[in-house]
């Protein structure tokens, strides 16, 4: 049964740092792998989304990394700022079932 | 170009009852896609629906159904509402037949309270 584990739970940091989120899963079928951030009474945006067969994809000062064999990625947020204040939710879709398994969450707090 | 929409925003219902939730892809989307939202379970998946018929199902019981239209408007509904539903229910639109397999895009979700 695929499991998808985010930690930290929660992260508080100052503006301006560079930081790290992690995201783990126990099997390594997986189509692909997607990190999403969650803002309250806004829904899920997508952020990234990397296919089995990537090892990495960005998107401005986002970078999300995959290492399928040891079923683990990394979002990486590069200058945070306040704007980037959100729960960060990545999720794997299985080769089996198309569905998405996701993760806790991690809730991120950017300081001015 | 509209984003997906959902209403009614907020719910509250007492149990026994029954509530329909309705989703309203963006244009040119045929998929849509439910998931389930708790404090205690996260995110789970419940259905997915592409040009009218369900392709997918989450492991979730029979009083959770849904349907969608030609126009690809999706409805769901919950039965015999039960306390465990209190959640944010939120639909995502894809133009893919497998929406997993590609990006989606969710609406900001209907708050269901089941009192």
């Known amino acids: 049964k695929q499991e998808v584990t985010q930690i930290p739970a929660a992260l508080s940091v100052p503006e301006g740092e560079n930081l790290v989120l992690n995201c783990s899963f126990t099997?390594?079928?997986?189509?692909?792998l997607q990190w999403f951030r969650q803002d309250p009474g806004k829904g899920l945006t997508s952020l990234l989304l990397i296919q089995s067969s990537q090892r990495e994809q960005t998107s401005g000062r986002l970078n999300a990394s995959l290492d399928k064999s040891s079923g683990r990625s990394t979002l990486y947020i590069a200058a945070s700022q306040p704007g980037d204040s959100a729960t960060y939710l990545c999720?794997?879709?299985?080769?089996?079932?198309?569905?998405?398994?996701w993760g806790a969450g991690t809730k991120l707090i950017i300081k001015p | 170009k509209a984003g997906v929409t959902q209403t009614p925003r907020y719910l509250i219902k007492t149990r026994g009852q029954q509530v329909t939730l309705s989703c309203s892809p963006i244009?040119?989307?045929?998929?849509v896609s439910w998931y389930q939202q708790t404090p205690g379970q996260g995110l789970q998946f419940l259905f997915e629906?592409?040009?009218?018929?369900?392709?997918n199902k989450g492991n979730f019981p029979g009083r959770f159904s849904g349907r969608q239209f030609s126009n690809s408007r999706s409805e769901m509904n919950v039965s015999t509402l039960e306390l465990g539903d209190s959640a944010l229910y939120l639909c995502?639109?894809?133009?893919?037949?497998?929406?997993?397999?590609?990006?989606?895009?969710f609406g900001p979700g209907t708050r269901l309270t089941v009192l």
């Open positions: 999720a794997v879709s299985r080769d089996s079932n198309y569905q998405l398994i």
């Open positions: 629906y592409f040009s009218e018929t369900q392709r």
């Open positions: 244009s040119g989307h045929r998929s």
């Open positions: 099997d390594s079928a997986i189509y692909n």
């Open positions: 995502a639109s894809s133009q893919l037949l497998r929406s997993a397999l590609g990006e989606q895009f």
